[in-house]
């Protein structure tokens, strides 16, 4: 059955390989689709069917891309393991749509935040540790003093460690060692609950997303300062690789999402420029 397939995936060593966030969203997925068809035969699942359970999430097409690679990645694996004879996803494809994604902070608006926030405070804190690294959420739960030497920060990203890891390295910013000094820690992490814990990442998203309200920019998250770190890096005039030894990203294609935005502007000052007046 399709329920007993779902199971058999979650116990392989290559699901455990995968990042705990990826497992989350993939079970998730997954776990949602087997309270309506868990106990269907899976060999008899057709591309039709997983064009209807693609489309019963039309209306949001996140929701319904993501629905599709939790399918396509179950039955990769499947197929592997000979518990099915065929890949019923392989040539279905996602509903087109276009996102811009998470917004990237404007200059004006990290100065609002830091003028709710001031420095000594946690939310100051995470702001400047995201927006001087460029870390994910996933990551700046994890970040502490035992990850700084010799005004180097280092750390493996969290996204992708057990599969394709990335190890980070870079310098710390001035700015970002002195709010780190006047925020009182004492713990094997900077960001820390009330109770003195470390947050888990979605305890931190949404302690961030108070500080954000507070300081009304609910439209901005954490992942949205991450775009914004690689296009502050841009419109600094740092190259693609530059940006892509702070970041981790991988390929240029995803940097580029990151800094089209800053790059244009950039371009057309260099434009104007040489007009002659």
Request: glycine share 8%; proline share 4%.
């Amino acid at each position: 059955s399709f329920g007993y397939v779902c199971k058999s995936y979650y116990a392989s060593p290559q699901f455990k390989a995968l990042s705990k966030s990826t497992q989350l969203w993939r079970r998730r997925v997954l776990d949602d689709i087997c309270r309506k068809h868990g106990g269907d035969p899976i060999e008899r699942m057709r591309p039709i069917h997983v064009r209807k359970l693609r489309d019963e999430k039309a209306d949001m097409p996140g929701a319904s891309l993501t629905r599709l690679k939790a399918l396509k990645a179950l039955f990769r694996w499947a197929v592997e393991e000979e518990l099915v004879t065929h890949d019923p996803t392989q040539d279905v494809k996602r509903i087109p749509y276009s996102t811009k994604g998470h917004h990237s902070w404007t200059l004006e608006e990290v100065e609002t935040f830091e003028r709710i926030h001031e420095v000594g405070s946690k939310a100051r804190l995470a702001l400047a540790l995201m927006l001087y690294t460029a870390c994910r959420r996933s990551d700046v739960v994890k970040l502490g003093p035992q990850h700084i030497h010799e005004g180097r920060l280092g750390f493996r990203q969290s996204k992708n460690a057990n599969r394709d890891p990335v190890d980070i390295d870079i310098p710390v910013h001035k700015d970002l060692a002195d709010i780190i000094g006047k925020t009182p820690s004492g713990h094997m992490n900077f960001l820390t609950t009330e109770y003195g814990r470390p947050f888990s990442i979605a305890g931190f998203g949404n302690r961030f997303r108070e500080w954000c309200n507070r300081a009304g920019l609910s439209h901005c998250s954490a992942h949205g300062l991450r775009k914004a770190a690689a296009a502050r890096l841009a419109e600094a005039g740092a190259t693609p690789y530059e940006i892509m030894a702070v970041t981790g990203h991988k390929s240029l294609e995803e940097v580029e999402r990151y800094t089209r935005a800053a790059r244009k502007k950039g371009l057309a000052d260099s434009a104007i420029a040489k007009i002659k007046g």
